[in-house]
């Protein structure tokens, strides 16, 4: 079997234009599930009645059926539940749209997880030092527990973001032209599918492996504060299943000075 | 300048604190001994509301009321007149050692920025961290993250410091610099309440101790009183366990 490069290099051409609507669904379901999975997560950390237990459901709901099923049911439902509200043909909508739905409504429920587990993880004492500074909840939330938690969201931000990368190759179910779409429409022409989908494999390498480094920058900026962490230097080796374990001192500690302790929560 | 009357307490079906009568003077360095889970720890929390108190009365900077129904402003006031140093120093681990001392006084109480850097430093230098302003807390040792906790508290120059166990999640060999800040405190005439097992620090450096069991003062006077003369049998034992111990 040999493969056929001239093939490869002509879907490599056509499948650019489904970049951007790969990105383009990425960063809207990402733009809007942040915020929103960030308040659902206060939700249901401050146990807000009604709405708390409404999240619960329909979090658990997002995460208990396969993504192929939200897409199936949200593209069936939709069309014919949009041309009643607003009376218009359910044909004349763009595909996409109904993209940015699916993947926003999962992220939503991915990262309500997310920001809630972050926030529970930072120790009741900061909220306690901040009272007895004369601080108020609120003043010490926003400024001691919610960069904390923020800074532990952020590996797990990465994996969502990474899973919406690659979920989003779904999107063509919906008769959206991402890159996938494109490289199988090529290839039907042909029947080199092997060929159209190795192009696609490097596509979404190529895109999760920017994210990952732009989120490595974030959590390097972010967790300045803290003297060790894993993963402090980026794995560029594309390959690995892992990331580095190596923990880095971030500043220079004199011993001289004082025994390290470490004693802290 | 800060009395509690009759403090009861109450987790679930277990009543914690079962009464307590308790007055702190204008310089008075309080020690509070007693076991592990008499109650000491919930004392502090109440009187500092970090806890609400089930019954029992506050009088304090102006507040005179309920512990159990006081309201926004009487919380707001009493925690803007108390310092609070933790077991586990609670450092705000996104701020620097300046900054965790800095925050209560910009943000809490107003004081400009440059001004609060300046009372900032001079309390981090009285505890001998001034050469840290720029660490983090994760890159302090406990001894030094415990100094760093104090001199948040002295720069609030807070009407009353609460001291909850200061020393006891430090390695032995960094207690001594925790100890000697504390001291030194004392002597600059700070009022102090303190929960301790360093029987040495209640005994020389406190003019008060007060022993606590089970929910209950059992016995409360000078370090003399307490530890020479103790009258109370509950004491004596007490005192034979952690003496013996050491
Ligand atoms: N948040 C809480 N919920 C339930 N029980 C508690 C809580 N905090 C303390 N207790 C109980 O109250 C008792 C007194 O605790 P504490 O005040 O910490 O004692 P001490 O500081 O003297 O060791 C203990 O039996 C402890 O288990
Ligand atoms: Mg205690």
Do not use: C
């Amino acid at each position: 079997m040999s493969l056929d490069t001239n093939f490869m290099a002509q879907v490599f051409k056509t499948a650019i234009a489904g970049v951007p609507v790969t990105l383009q669904i990425v960063l809207v379901a990402l733009i809007l599930s942040l915020p929103i999975g960030f308040i659902f997560a206060l939700v249901r950390i401050y146990r807000v009645k009604i709405l708390s237990p409404i999240i619960r459901l329909y979090v658990s709901f997002v995460r208990g059926t396969p993504l192929i099923a939200q897409i199936l049911i949200i593209y069936s439902a939709f069309p014919s539940f949009l041309a009643t509200i607003i009376g218009k043909s359910a044909f004349s909508i763009d595909p996409i749209n109904y993209a940015y739905i699916v993947f926003t409504l999962n992220s939503i429920a991915t990262l309500t997880e997310v920001f809630r587990s972050a926030l529970q993880t930072v120790d009741k004492g900061q909220l306690e030092a901040g009272l007895m500074v004369g601080m108020a909840p609120r003043q010490t939330f926003v400024r001691v527990i919610l960069p904390q938690a923020l800074v532990s969201a952020l590996p797990n931000i990465t994996n969502a973001t990474l899973y919406l990368i690659k979920n989003s190759s779904l999107a063509f179910i919906m008769s959206v032209k991402d890159i996938t779409a494109i490289a199988k429409t090529q290839a039907a022409f042909s029947y080199n599918f092997l060929e159209a989908y190795l192009v696609v494999w490097v596509y979404y390498l190529i895109i999760a492996y920017a994210a990952e480094l732009l989120f490595w920058f974030l959590e390097r900026y972010f967790s300045r504060f803290q003297r060790t962490t894993t993963a402090k230097s980026f794995n560029w080796h594309l390959f690995s299943f892992k990331q580095p374990t190596t923990t880095v001192q971030a500043v220079q500690y004199d011993p001289k000075k004082e025994l390290v302790n470490h004693a802290h929560n | 300048m800060l009395t509690i009357k009759n403090l009861t307490k109450s987790y679930g079906p277990q009543q914690i604190l079962k009464g307590i009568d308790f007055q702190v003077n204008q310089g008075d360095v309080i020690t509070l001994i007693g076991p592990s889970g008499s109650g000491k720890t919930t004392l502090l929390r109440t009187i500092t509301t970090l806890e609400k108190g089930d019954g029992g009365t506050i009088d304090f900077a102006g507040v005179q009321g309920e512990l159990a129904h006081l309201s926004k402003n009487d919380i707001r006031t009493i925690r803007q007149n108390v310092g609070f140093v933790f077991q586990n120093y609670n450092l705000f681990n996104n701020k620097t050692t300046l900054q965790n001392v800095t925050e209560g006084l910009v943000v809490a109480h107003k004081i400009p920025k440059a001004q609060a850097k300046t009372i900032a430093l001079a309390a981090l230098k009285k505890v001998g961290m001034a050469d840290y302003v720029d660490h983090y807390p994760s890159q302090l040792s406990g001894g030094q993250a415990q100094r760093v906790g104090i001199a948040r508290a002295i720069a609030l120059k807070p009407q009353v410091i609460f001291f909850d166990e200061p020393t006891s999640a430090l390695d032995p060999e960094l207690v001594g610099e925790v100890l000697k800040v504390m001291r030194q405190l004392a002597e600059e005439g700070a009022t102090m309440v303190v929960i301790t097992h360093q029987m040495n620090f209640a005994r020389n450096v406190a003019n008060k101790v007060v022993f606590m069991a089970d929910g209950q003062v059992v016995e409360a006077g000078s370090p003399t009183d307490i530890f020479d003369h103790p009258q109370v049998p509950r004491t004596q034992q007490f005192l034979a366990e952690i003496l013996s111990n050491v």
